[in-house]
C-alpha cells in the first residue's frame, strides 16, 4: 500500500470512535476510490481497526488487485455467495457504520433483515470519509492543477468559435473533445453553453440555440484528469456589449476579485460569500445572485460545501474550491466568472487563469 493511501487509511480509522463502530461499510463510488485506489463501478470497503477489505466482484479481481495494493480483496466463488456477510461472520462485527448520506431506506432495511441473525447493529455516519477528502494532498492538487490548465487552454481555442450563428451544442462538443485531445480523462461535467435569453438561467441546459449579436454567453465546463476535476466560468459577449452589459459584468468581476482576496485559513465559508454577495447587493442586483459563491472542488466537481450564504466550514490550507459570483436578469441575460482556488498557508492561490476582461467578439 502507497503513503498516500495508508495516510488516509490512518485517518479514518481515528474516526471509529466517534461513533464508536468495529468497522465502516463505504459503499460510495468516490469514497472507495479515495481510500482504495480503485476505480471499478462494482466495490465496496470494509473498514476496521486491523484490517481493510475491498469486496467486488469477479469481474473486476485483476484490476482490483492492481489498483487496490495493501486491501485483502474478496470476490464471490458463485453469484449467490454474500461474500458481505462472511465478513461480518468470520470478524465477529456488531457495530458497523454506514455512510447514511448515500444508504438508501431499502438498502440498509434489506441489511437489517439479512443479517439480523448475526446481531449485527447498523450505525449510521455522516460524511466521514467526504470530510476528510476537503483537504487535498500533494498528488491531488497536481492533478486538479493540470485539469485547470486543460481548462485554460480549452478557452483560449474555444474564442476561434465565438461568433454569430454559432450553435451553442457545437461549442459544448468543440470544448469536449478538445480537452480530451488536451490530455483530460473527459469533461468533469455536462458542459454549459448558454448564450442570450438561456444565459439568464444559472444552469442552463446546452440547446440548438445559435448566438446573435448582443448575446452574453456563458462557458461553464472543466475537465478531468486522474479523477480530479476542474471547473471554470467565463462570459462573453458576441459583438458590442451594451451599458447594462458592462456594469452587470464588472460588478461580477469585482465581487468574485474581493471574495479571492478573502480567503485564507481560518475563515468561514459564509464570511467569503458575503463580501461578494455585498458587492453585488450594494450595485443593485442583489435579487439576481441566486446561487452560492463556490463549492469544494475534488474527485467530485461538486466535492462539498464551500463559499454559501450558511456554510460553517472552517478554511484550511490545502482545501480546493470554485469562486463563482453570478447576475442572472430575464431579457438581459446572465453573467458568472468562475475560478478554482487553493487555500494556502498565507492565504490562497488562484489555479484558473484564463483572462477575466470583458471580451466582446465582432463578425469576422
Not at 480509522?13 to 468497522?23: F, G, I, Q
Request: glycine letters at 8%.
Amino acid at each position: 500500500m502507497s503513503l498516500r493511501f495508508a495516510q488516509r487509511l490512518a485517518r479514518l480509522r481515528a474516526r471509529l470512535d466517534d461513533p464508536a463502530v468495529e468497522a465502516l461499510l463505504i459503499t460510495t463510488r468516490l469514497n472507495v476510490r479515495y481510500l482504495s485506489g480503485f476505480t471499478g463501478s462494482a466495490g465496496s470497503l470494509l473498514i476496521g481497526r486491523d484490517f481493510a477489505v475491498l469486496l467486488t466482484d469477479r469481474r473486476y479481481t485483476l484490476r482490483a488487485q492492481r489498483e487496490a495494493s495493501g486491501f485483502e480483496v474478496v470476490v464471490p466463488d458463485n453469484p449467490d455467495d454474500d461474500i458481505l456477510k462472511t465478513q461480518l461472520e468470520t470478524r465477529h462485527l456488531r457495530r458497523v457504520g454506514f455512510e447514511a448520506n448515500h444508504v438508501t431506506v431499502k438498502t440498509l432495511e434489506s441489511w437489517q433483515e439479512k443479517y439480523q441473525e448475526l446481531g449485527v447493529e447498523w450505525v449510521a455516519t455522516d460524511g466521514v470519509v467526504e470530510e476528510l477528502r476537503q483537504v487535498k494532498d500533494g498528488e491531488e492538487i497536481a492533478a486538479i492543477r493540470e485539469a485547470c490548465g486543460i481548462a485554460d487552454a480549452a478557452f483560449r481555442h474555444i474564442q476561434l468559435f465565438m461568433q454569430p450563428e454559432t450553435v451553442e451544442l457545437d461549442v459544448a462538443m468543440e470544448l469536449d473533445f478538445y480537452m480530451r485531445r488536451q490530455g483530460a480523462r473527459r469533461a468533469a461535467f455536462d458542459i454549459i453553453v448558454a448564450s442570450g435569453e438561456n444565459s439568464a438561467m444559472p444552469h442552463a441546459e446546452t440547446s440548438e440555440r445559435r448566438f446573435r449579436p448582443g448575446d452574453f454567453v456563458i462557458l461553464d465546463y472543466g475537465a478531468e484528469v486522474d479523477g480530479y476535476c476542474s471547473d471554470i466560468t467565463r462570459t462573453v459577449v458576441i459583438g458590442k456589449a451594451s451599458e447594462e452589459q458592462r456594469r452587470m459584468y464588472h460588478t461580477v468581476l469585482e465581487a468574485q476579485l474581493r471574495a479571492i482576496e478573502a480567503i485564507k485559513p481560518g475563515v468561514k465559508g459564509c464570511d467569503v460569500d458575503s463580501v461578494a454577495r455585498q458587492v453585488i447587493s450594494d450595485a443593485g442586483y442583489g435579487d439576481h445572485f441566486t446561487h452560492s459563491l463556490g463549492h469544494s472542488l475534488g474527485l467530485s466537481v461538486h466535492d462539498g460545501i464551500g463559499f454559501a450564504q450558511k456554510s460553517e466550514v472552517v478554511l484550511e490550507p490545502g482545501m480546493v474550491f470554485t469562486v463563482e459570483p453570478g447576475i442572472y436578469i430575464e431579457g438581459v441575460g446572465g453573467v458568472r466568472i468562475e475560478d478554482d482556488i487553493l487555500v494556502t498557508e498565507e492565504g490562497c492561490e488562484v489555479l484558473t487563469h484564463a483572462p477575466k476582461e470583458l471580451m466582446e467578439f465582432e463578425a469576422r
